[in-house]
């Protein structure tokens, strides 16, 4: 297992140094001058050129880039004009709120869409089969700040039983001490009953936006994958054998089917981490996704580009750990590595 | 499996005028017995004729107000009602389909010529080319995409032109993939080898042998890629880049109707949403249908 970790890492370092070079080269294309830009409008020429100076733009490509590395190593992703903080510090107390909202999506959609895919193989084309493609399409067509428009107007307009999507807690509830930064996880260690059904409350509606949203490739590739898993000679065997239906579906199909799945979680999550930018805006979530659109209308350039950048490298340690899962559930993959 | 299916065989490579009579007939059949594509097609010609003519069919200026009309809810006089400074939302929203569809097409053109042109060479050719297509394909891949598109978008400046870009640049890795997968089992093909003997230079072959013959596989990219290119485009407007207001497009529509959600006024996000949903389904469904068409054996 060591050897195949380290081995995985080695691929994951070329993509690595492959997202820092986009990410240099889109601070390079800025619109206009980057040194007039940062100068301000009133700037003189003199003013300008002592910005590019200090800000290095003076020096070739490759000395830049060095610089750039150089400021990422050391954890300087530029300086926000509009909130005044380090990049990297609005971004790190920002993360743990994106982070709550994209897994709770995940969890929600997986729990809804591997049942819902492995039913509709078994009793393919009975009606859960039907329900299973129309919400594969419709999932997939929906674009998901509309989903989290719809949502917010039914559950909060209409039933009322939504609070205001305005943010992660509302105002009569202050944020449980800091842990993991989940608030779902920090209010229950602090025994906080009140503050975590605050906090769910405030979490559904984005939460189901997400998860409906990737409902659709999940469910589309169990039900796919389980379909081959069954039809393959091994679950005839078992059958053959006389094995009881539940371990049949469950350890023989199951495990083999969810193979495919679990690859591809790694698009699903391309797909999530994108769409959580749109649902943040939404919900008025105060996460990363938020920070970068904000600061993007501002024209204040340093936050989307350490929000690109840190996006970048957390996709790759992604797809990492499921590459690292898919070794845990394949053995022959653990075998050859 | 029908015989209308079986015909179909030998679809993959339309060399002859038989097979050409035979996806004739086996689309009209795919129609006939998949109503859903059919109804997706009906939608796509709607959002032609919209895109085509309906700036010259709305019942009003979409950019003109009528402050004494102001949030008036859907009825005959404005069947989407109207939004806070009374403009009608039917009329933006039918006027909004040529803009919304014309970045879709042009961004989806583009990345069919880059992407498309770029996968051949690296299928064709394998080496080096191979090489950098690959890392680039990569290089795109290892980032979210939509926030990737966000990047591009802050970097290039904040115009519509660079929305298409940005769109093109992130469906670059699906076309170049499968141009490229296409491309590399049909380089030693027979008509391939044929077409060398007989003195054809590789661009020569790579443009008049090997293009036609992957076109149809390309084609239903397309068809599949265009909804994820008209999501993608109305949620860059939607977070406030590219189109920028008044002009009618759905992103922004809904971006706009958006603060009217919580005081009940949900006819201003939602039409220019509905729309969005309908033209998204449709080139889906779409997709679906063509790829049946072109290859029976990847029924989904």
Same mark, same amino acid.
Request: hydrophobic share 55%; aromatic share 10%.
């Given at each position: 297992? =060591?050897?195949?970790?380290?081995?995985?890492?080695?691929?994951?370092?070329?993509?690595? /140094?492959?997202?820092?070079?986009?990410?240099?080269?889109?601070?390079?294309?800025?619109?206009?001058?980057?040194?007039?830009?940062?100068?301000?409008?009133?700037?003189? =020429?003199?003013?300008?050129?002592?910005?590019?100076?200090?800000? *290095?733009?003076?020096?070739?490509?490759?000395?830049?880039?060095?610089?750039?590395?150089?400021?990422?190593?050391?954890?300087?992703? *530029?300086?926000?004009?509009?909130?005044?903080?380090?990049?990297?510090?609005?971004?790190?107390?920002?993360?743990?709120?994106?982070?709550?909202?994209?897994?709770?999506?995940?969890?929600?959609?997986?729990?809804?869409?591997?049942?819902?895919? /492995?039913?509709?193989?078994?009793?393919?084309?009975?009606?859960?089969?039907?329900?299973?493609?129309?919400?594969?399409?419709?999932?997939?067509?929906?674009?998901?700040?509309?989903?989290?428009?719809?949502?917010?107007?039914?559950?909060? #307009?209409?039933?009322?039983?939504?609070? =205001?999507?305005?943010?992660?807690?509302?105002?009569?509830?202050?944020? =449980?001490?800091?842990?993991?930064?989940?608030?779902?996880?920090?209010?229950?260690?602090?025994?906080?009953?009140?503050?975590?059904?605050?906090?769910?409350?405030?979490?559904?509606?984005?939460?189901?936006?997400?998860?409906?949203?990737?409902?659709?490739?999940?469910?589309?590739?169990?039900?796919?994958?389980?379909?081959?898993?069954?039809?393959?000679?091994?679950?005839?065997?078992?059958?053959?054998?006389?094995?009881?239906?539940?371990?049949?579906? &469950?350890? #023989?199909?199951?495990?083999?089917?969810?193979?495919? &799945?679990?690859?591809?979680?790694?698009?699903?999550?391309?797909?999530?981490?994108?769409?959580?930018?749109?649902?943040?805006?939404?919900?008025?979530?105060?996460?990363? *996704?938020?920070?970068?659109?904000?600061?993007?209308?501002?024209?204040?350039?340093?936050?989307?580009?350490?929000?690109?950048?840190?996006?970048?490298?957390?996709?790759?340690?992604?797809?990492?750990?499921?590459?690292?899962?898919?070794?845990?559930?394949?053995?022959?993959?653990?075998?050859? *590595? | 499996?029908?015989?209308?299916?079986?015909?179909?065989?030998?679809?993959?490579?339309?060399?002859?005028?038989?097979?050409?009579?035979?996806? @004739?007939?086996?689309?009209?059949?795919?129609?006939?017995?998949?109503?859903?594509?059919?109804?997706? $097609?009906?939608?796509?010609?709607?959002?032609? @004729? %919209?895109?085509? $003519?309906?700036?010259?069919?709305?019942?009003?200026?979409?950019?003109?107000?009528?402050?004494?009309?102001?949030?008036?809810?859907?009825?005959?006089?404005?069947?989407?009602?109207?939004?806070?400074?009374?403009?009608?939302?039917?009329?933006?929203? !039918?006027?909004?389909?040529?803009?919304?569809?014309?970045?879709?097409?042009?961004?989806?053109?583009?990345?069919?010529?880059?992407?498309?042109?770029?996968?051949?060479?690296?299928? $064709? +050719?394998?080496?080096?080319?191979?090489?950098?297509?690959?890392?680039?394909?990569?290089?795109?891949?290892?980032?979210?995409?939509?926030?990737?598109?966000?990047?591009?978008?802050?970097?290039?400046?904040?115009?519509?032109?660079?929305?298409?870009?940005?769109?093109?640049?992130?469906?670059?890795?699906?076309?170049?993939?499968?141009?490229?997968?296409?491309?590399?089992?049909?380089?030693?093909?027979?008509?391939?080898?044929?077409?060398?003997?007989?003195?054809?230079?590789?661009?020569?072959? @790579?443009?008049?042998? !090997?293009?036609?013959? !992957?076109?149809?596989?390309?084609?239903?990219?397309?068809?599949?890629?265009?909804?994820?290119?008209?999501?993608?485009?109305?949620?860059?407007? +939607?977070?406030?880049?590219?189109?920028?207001?008044?002009?009618?497009?759905?992103?922004?529509?809904?971006?706009?109707?958006?603060? $009217?959600?919580?005081?009940?006024?949900?006819?201003?996000?939602?039409?220019?949403?509905?729309?969005?949903?309908?033209?998204?389904? %449709?080139?889906?469904?779409?997709?679906?249908?063509?790829?049946?068409?072109?290859?029976?054996?990847?029924?989904?």
């Amino acid at each position: 297992m =060591p050897t195949q970790i380290a081995k995985r890492l080695a691929t994951a370092i070329p993509t690595l /140094i492959g997202v820092v070079i986009v990410t240099f080269l889109l601070t390079r294309v800025l619109p206009g001058d980057t040194a007039v830009y940062f100068a301000g409008p009133a700037a003189t =020429p003199q003013a300008i050129e002592e910005v590019r100076k200090n800000l *290095g733009l003076d020096k070739p490509l490759p000395a830049q880039f060095a610089d750039y590395v150089k400021g990422l190593a050391s954890g300087n992703l *530029g300086q926000s004009l509009s909130t005044g903080q380090p990049v990297l510090s609005d971004i790190r107390t920002r993360l743990p709120a994106s982070a709550e909202l994209t897994l709770s999506g995940l969890l929600l959609a997986i729990l809804i869409a591997v049942p819902l895919g /492995i039913v509709a193989a078994v009793r393919q084309g009975s009606w859960i089969d039907h329900a299973c493609r129309i919400v594969a399409t419709a999932g997939v067509s929906l674009p998901v700040f509309f989903s989290g428009l719809l949502l917010v107007y039914v559950f909060y #307009y209409k039933l009322d039983w939504a609070p =205001p999507p305005l943010g992660r807690l509302d105002v009569f509830h202050s944020a =449980p001490h800091y842990v993991t930064g989940f608030y779902l996880i920090d209010s229950l260690l602090a025994g906080n009953l009140d503050t975590f059904r605050a906090a769910l409350a405030q979490l559904a509606l984005p939460a189901v936006t997400l998860a409906v949203f990737a409902l659709a490739p999940i469910t589309r590739m169990t039900r796919a994958s389980m379909l081959a898993a069954l039809a393959s000679d091994f679950v005839r065997t078992a059958r053959a054998n006389g094995l009881s239906f539940y371990t049949v579906i &469950v350890t #023989y199909a199951f495990r083999n089917a969810m193979l495919p &799945v679990v690859t591809t979680l790694g698009m699903v999550f391309s797909f999530l981490l994108g769409a959580n930018v749109l649902v943040e805006k939404v919900f008025a979530w105060p996460g990363i *996704g938020s920070y970068a659109v904000d600061a993007l209308i501002k024209s204040d350039y340093a936050p989307v580009q350490g929000f690109v950048l840190v996006m970048g490298i957390l996709y790759v340690l992604l797809n990492f750990l499921i590459d690292l899962l898919y070794g845990i559930i394949d053995p022959r993959v653990r075998i050859e *590595g | 499996m029908s015989p209308a299916e079986a015909n179909t065989g030998a679809v993959g490579a339309p060399e002859s005028a038989n097979a050409l009579a035979a996806t @004739l007939r086996h689309a009209r059949y795919t129609f006939a017995e998949n109503p859903v594509s059919g109804f997706a $097609f009906f939608l796509f010609v709607l959002l032609l @004729l %919209c895109a085509a $003519f309906g700036p010259y069919l709305v019942p009003y200026d979409p950019l003109a107000s009528d402050t004494s009309a102001a949030l008036a809810p859907p009825s005959l006089h404005h069947l989407f009602g109207t939004d806070q400074i009374g403009r009608d939302i039917f009329s933006r929203v !039918i006027v909004a389909t040529r803009l919304d569809m014309s970045i879709a097409i042009a961004s989806v053109a583009l990345v069919f010529a880059l992407g498309g042109l770029a996968g051949i060479a690296a299928g $064709f +050719f394998g080496g080096w080319v191979d090489q950098v297509v690959g890392r680039l394909a990569d290089t795109i891949m290892a980032f979210p995409l939509f926030v990737l598109a966000m990047g591009i978008v802050a970097a290039l400046g904040n115009t519509v032109t660079n929305i298409v870009i940005a769109t093109a640049i992130i469906n670059f890795p699906l076309y170049a993939r499968v141009a490229r997968a296409e491309a590399n089992i049909r380089r030693e093909a027979g008509f391939v080898q044929a077409a060398r003997l007989t003195g054809n230079g590789d661009i020569r072959i @790579l443009l008049t042998q !090997i293009l036609p013959n !992957i076109m149809p596989i390309m084609v239903v990219q397309m068809s599949l890629t265009m909804g994820y290119a008209i999501l993608n485009a109305a949620g860059l407007s +939607f977070i406030g880049l590219g189109v920028r207001p008044p002009t009618p497009e759905w992103g922004i529509m809904v971006a706009e109707g958006a603060g $009217f959600i919580v005081s009940g006024d949900w006819w201003i996000a939602f039409f220019p949403g509905l729309a969005l949903m309908l033209a998204v389904f %449709c080139f889906n469904l779409l997709g679906d249908g063509l790829r049946d068409i072109v290859d029976p054996q990847r029924r989904s």
